[in-house]
């Protein structure tokens, strides 16, 4: 730690940093990921670097980042931060993003734990920014002329098809069997509600 503090402020004025700096920081971020007082000094000093954008492209340091902020209740911050830093790993970040949120709601209820539904309705009400999702979100909905499909054969065959039914249903549009299911379970389960 005292070895990275020292290259830090012995290399303030290389933009970019030396690569072995931006290692040893990924590193050290890894190490003292449990360790909550001597990672808080370590993201404080990098914070504070005139260099801060470079850390930010080593998702061990991103992690650090968030892990503090959240700590510290800094949710906005630790948000602010996953939208502009520049990692590669986009699956984790978005992974990280959600975390944030998860989190928020667990302090708004006061509880360790969120139910599978809860979480959902988080990563709903949350979505992460394009900046983080570049293709955007994958759309878990059918297609139109898949649903009007579906929608058809429940309305004028049968809500509950057999097994033969379903693989049929399911070749035809491309689908997996479990989908067709699925889809004719909710389908009941919204009629009767």
Not at 42 to 50: D, G, Q
Not at 63 to 72: L, M, Q
Not at 135 to 150: A, D, I, P, T, W
Request: hydrophobic share 30%.
């Amino acid at each position: 730690m005292n070895e990275f503090m020292a290259m830090l402020k012995k290399n303030e004025n290389e933009h970019p940093p030396p690569t072995k700096l931006l290692n040893l920081a990924g590193e050290l971020c890894q190490e003292h990921e449990s360790s909550s007082p001597s990672l808080e000094k370590l993201v404080e000093a990098m914070m504070e670097s005139k260099n801060k954008r470079y850390f930010l492209t080593n998702i061990h340091v991103v992690r650090a980042f968030v892990s503090v902020h959240i700590h510290k209740g800094q949710h906005d911050a630790a948000c602010r931060l996953l939208e502009y830093c520049k990692a590669e790993e986009k699956e984790e970040l978005v992974q990280l993003w959600h975390e944030i949120h998860y989190r928020r709601v667990m302090e708004k209820h006061q509880t360790d734990v969120l139910t599978p539904l809860q979480k959902f309705r988080c990563r709903k009400r949350n979505p992460p920014p394009i900046s983080l999702c570049p293709e955007g979100l994958k759309n878990r909905n059918y297609s139109e002329k898949v649903r009007q499909h579906l929608y058809r054969f429940a309305t004028e065959v049968t809500a509950n098809p057999d097994k033969k039914q379903r693989e049929g249903l399911a070749r035809d549009m491309n689908l997996q069997p479990t989908q067709v299911y699925n889809w004719f379970a909710n389908y009941r389960r919204r009629q009767k509600s």
